[in-house]
């Protein structure tokens, strides 16, 4: 009940920074798991730049598994937080087990894919048989193993949804600093264990999954009172699933058309060459860190938004709207300035040089300029998910990474010419994007507020307005 009251009536400025800056270290943290295997295996003594490239080939699989998981655990944590926020904890707990059971179902599908798609899907993006063997080896560790992750996903939003940010963000750290020591034992070799390079590399990135994922259960038992867990509850409920992938869907798709912007993208660059590959590749890695933190204040507006709408608080819906965007504005415009500062630094962790560091250094400092916009467009998709509007937050997510990106990506690509050191006209494809998505979301913002909010103030059973 303490945690329900404090969700309830502690201002929302405060609230949304208590629940937000958990959060955002542990998304950040996320993000460490592919910037350190990458950063590590660009520094093998052989063929470091071909497991590099393995990697980047791997990396939209890895954000489709990610988005998968990550919707899932949106919709239960949206679910979880409007139910506890009405007073029904017995709509909670079915949240919460049907959330389990279909963790369940998504591992078995990535397993299935682990076994039997790695190479095919590998091989679609490159003809080098050596970085083809390494993507695939590496991918099919990370899906055989991906119950980890899977799990953790749900595990994390479920300790979000109702206030428990700190303890998914211990689970996740632990997870990552496990990565973090076991990636060059067993990368390099050290301390006895063998030498296995990009195997190395998967194997420490699951186990530092498995380990969030059991501290996070372990939490979720332990300090999740507001939610009863029972054996009964696992069994799935078709209605509550439904409900869960009504906001959890538009937040897969979301994810995973960064897959599919990624992979796409991977084509386009292909035709100017391998130099502009890479270097996407790892300015994506790098500029994961921001985006990261900008989902992370994401995901702490979906709850408190979820659960003030789900009290019909009017006033608590608009100061968490306020006060995600100009967190989220914050974010986005420090890391707008580190970036453009501190460009080269960053690409000289991966040893990078010619050409490929160039191109690195000028994706950071053009693509940069769109952070402020994405900020924006990413603190309006959560805002949607939580207010039950999933189509418009899909609608965003269509707009910033595919509608308004392979257009004019294969235009800059076209006046590149096909050589490697014209590259950089491509990434003036990204400010423009988000610009555009951005005066979209607010037109969609305008009616839904007008649809979902303003309906609340003139409805006879508004609450009085708690304080903000």
């Not at 958990?22 to 998304?27: E, G, H, R, W």
């Not at 730049?49 to 791997?58: K, S």
């Not at 402020?372 to 039950?388: C, K, R, T, Y």
Request: a neutral charge; glycine letters at 10%; aromatic letters at 12%.
């Amino acid at each position: 009940m303490e945690k329900e009251n404090r969700m309830a009536a502690m201002p929302v400025g405060k609230l949304m920074l208590s629940v937000g800056i958990p959060i955002i270290v542990s998304m950040v943290l996320q993000a460490v798991y592919n910037i350190v295997d990458s950063a590590f295996v660009s520094n093998m003594a052989v063929g470091g730049e071909q497991a590099l490239g393995a990697l980047t080939l791997a990396f939209p699989m890895q954000i489709l598994m990610v988005a998968v998981g990550i919707g899932t655990g949106v919709g239960a944590n949206v679910l979880t937080a409007k139910s506890l926020g009405s007073g029904d904890r017995e709509q909670a707990n079915r949240t919460a087990g049907s959330a389990a059971f279909m963790s369940g179902v998504i591992y078995i599908i990535f397993l299935l894919f682990g076994l039997f798609g790695t190479e095919l899907y590998i091989g679609s993006q490159t003809t080098d048989p050596e970085t083809a063997a390494m993507g695939a080896d590496y991918l099919r560790i990370c899906c055989v193993f991906s119950f980890g992750m899977s799990f953790f996903a749900i595990y994390e939003k479920l300790l979000q949804a109702t206030g428990h940010s700190m303890y998914s963000t211990i689970a996740q750290i632990a997870g990552a600093v496990t990565n973090i020591v076991l990636d060059p034992v067993m990368i390099y070799g050290l301390l006895g264990c063998p030498e296995m390079g990009v195997k190395g590399a998967a194997y420490a990135t699951v186990i530092g999954q498995v380990v969030s994922f059991v501290l996070a259960l372990i939490f979720h038992i332990r300090v999740n009172r507001e939610i009863t867990n029972s054996l009964k509850y696992l069994k799935p409920d078709l209605r509550i699933i439904r409900q869960m992938y009504s906001v959890g869907l538009p937040a897969i798709i979301s994810q995973a058309l960064i897959s599919v912007m990624t992979y796409g993208m991977n084509i386009i660059l292909g035709g100017i060459g391998t130099e502009a590959v890479t270097a996407y590749g790892l300015y994506y890695k790098v500029m994961q860190f921001l985006l990261f933190a900008a989902f992370g204040m994401r995901d702490a507006i979906m709850p408190i938004t979820a659960f003030a709408y789900g009290m019909g608080c009017v006033d608590r819906i608009r100061a968490s709207v306020k006060y995600g965007h100009l967190y989220t504005f914050i974010i986005m415009l420090a890391g707008t300035f580190a970036l453009e500062l501190f460009a080269e630094p960053f690409t000289a962790v991966f040893g990078l040089s010619g050409v490929t560091s160039e191109l690195c250094v000028s994706a950071m400092r053009i693509i940069s300029l769109c952070f402020v916009f994405a900020g924006a467009n990413i603190a309006f998709q959560g805002i949607f998910q939580a207010l039950g509007s999933g189509v418009e937050s899909l609608i965003i997510s269509v707009c910033r990474q595919l509608l308004f990106v392979f257009p004019f990506a294969w235009l800059f690509a076209s006046m590149a010419g096909g050589e490697a050191g014209n590259a950089w006209l491509v990434w003036f494809t990204f400010p423009i994007a988000e610009f555009l998505t951005a005066a979209a979301a607010l037109l969609l913002w305008l009616r839904t507020y007008n649809r979902r909010v303003r309906t609340l103030e003139t409805s006879a059973a508004v609450s009085e307005p708690a304080k903000i």
